[in-house]
C-alpha cells in the first residue's frame, strides 16, 4: 500500500464550479448598511462616555449625587420628557435613514 492510497480519503473534493450568470441577469444586490445597528451603537457610546467622564473623579460624582438630592417632580417629569424626546427623535432618524435606503434601492 502506497503513501497515496493513504492520503487519498483525506483530501476533500473540489468544490463545484458556480454557474456563470446569464447575459441578462442582474448582478446581486450589495449588502445594506445597518444604519440603525450604527446610531443606536452611537447613542449608547454617548451615554457610556458621559457616564465615565461623570463617575471618574470623585468631585464630579459628588457633584452628581448634590444635583439628584435636589431634583423637584417638576424637574423629574421635565427629564422623563426630555428622554422620551431624545428616543423619538432618534427612532425618527433611523425612520427617514431606513426611508431613503430603499428609495435608492429601488
Given amino acids: 500500500m502506497s503513501s497515496s492510497d493513504h492520503t487519498a480519503g483525506m483530501i476533500p473534493p473540489a468544490a463545484p464550479a458556480m454557474p456563470r450568470p446569464e447575459a441578462g441577469a442582474q448582478a446581486p444586490a450589495a449588502p445594506r448598511t445597518r444604519w440603525a445597528s450604527i446610531i443606536w451603537g452611537l447613542v449608547f457610546a454617548a ?31 421635565g427629564i422623563a420628557l426630555l428622554a422620551v424626546g431624545g428616543l ?19
Fill in 88 to 106: 423619538v427623535l432618534v427612532l425618527g432618524a433611523i425612520g427617514l435613514i431606513r426611508r431613503a435606503q430603499r428609495r435608492s434601492a429601488s
Fill in 47 to 77: 451615554v457610556a462616555v458621559a457616564g465615565i467622564w461623570t463617575l471618574s473623579v470623585e468631585n464630579r460624582r459628588d457633584d452628581l449625587m448634590a444635583w439628584i438630592g435636589d431634583l423637584t417632580p417638576g424637574t423629574l417629569g
